[in-house]
């Protein structure tokens, strides 16, 4: 158990480290050359992978953000209140990099109509419809993107792993080893969507540095769902099916 913490631990810590490097890199312009034009050609396109992962996962993210300082209040057990805090410090640093992104490129953060996900690519298990924008973007009249990676959407929630409205309610209700089960259980089906997605992201997006911010997203998570797992065995339960 504290192996796969400490591993955890230094997983995340090295994805932030990271991912602070490339956004430097990403807000320099790269090398610093190169003319205005050449700059321009990098700017993601409003309905391209690399905006809308920034746009969908800083949603995704703050709603992890929100359930982790939940649960802080909910259970005096160590062990949680750490991995809350570090999936919250974590989690919002990653969403004020991919909302800096937006601003750097000049893009809006919300796009109306939009539909979530609908920027992943068919091979993502969430294809654009036909009346698409030709980028991985969908028409208004489809969801695509609300499965993918064998992930997908409960009724009532925005995006795979998402927790809906009741489930954040019964889990500002609960007390105790109920909340911790149930903390660890949303949120691993809310790193089950979120890995769906940077894995979209680490192969489609074109900004090598989202590309490298969303790998290390994968690593990060993948290892947390190891431990998730553990702590659940530990309190007698499982992660929902």
């Known amino acids: 158990m504290r192996r796969t913490y400490w591993a955890t631990g230094t997983a995340v810590l090295l994805a932030l480290v990271f991912a602070v490097a490339a956004t430097v890199a990403a807000a320099s312009g790269g090398s610093g050359s190169g003319s205005g034009s050449a700059r321009e050609q990098r700017t993601p396109a409003p309905y391209s992978p690399d905006a809308g992962f920034a746009r969908d996962m800083a949603v995704h993210h703050q709603q992890a953000v929100e359930m982790s300082f939940v649960v802080r209040d909910r259970t005096q057990d160590e062990a949680v209140r ?18 800096g992104w937006l601003d750097l490129w000049g893009l809006p953060k919300v796009l109306a109509g939009e539909p979530p996900m609908s920027w992943m690519s068919p091979g993502d298990g969430a294809g654009a419809g036909a009346g698409g924008h030709g980028d991985g973007h969908a028409d208004g009249s489809g969801h695509a993107g609300h499965a993918m990676g064998g992930v997908t959407a409960r009724p009532g929630a925005l995006m795979p792993g998402m927790a809906t409205r009741d489930e954040l309610a019964a889990l500002g209700a609960a007390q105790g080893r109920d909340a911790e089960v149930l903390y660890l259980q949303l949120m691993t089906d809310h790193h089950k969507g979120g890995v769906a997605m940077a894995q979209g992201c680490a192969t489609q997006c074109r900004t090598p540095a989202e590309r490298a911010l969303a790998q290390g997203m994968v690593d ?13 065995r530990q309190r007698g339960a499982a992660p929902r099916g």
Request: glycine fraction near 4%; proline fraction near 0%.
């Open 82 to 99: 750490s991995l809350a805090y570090d999936i919250a410090n974590t989690q919002a640093n990653q969403r004020g990099m991919l909302l």
């Open 220 to 232: 990060a998570q993948q290892s947390e769902l190891t431990l998730m797992a553990d702590m659940l």
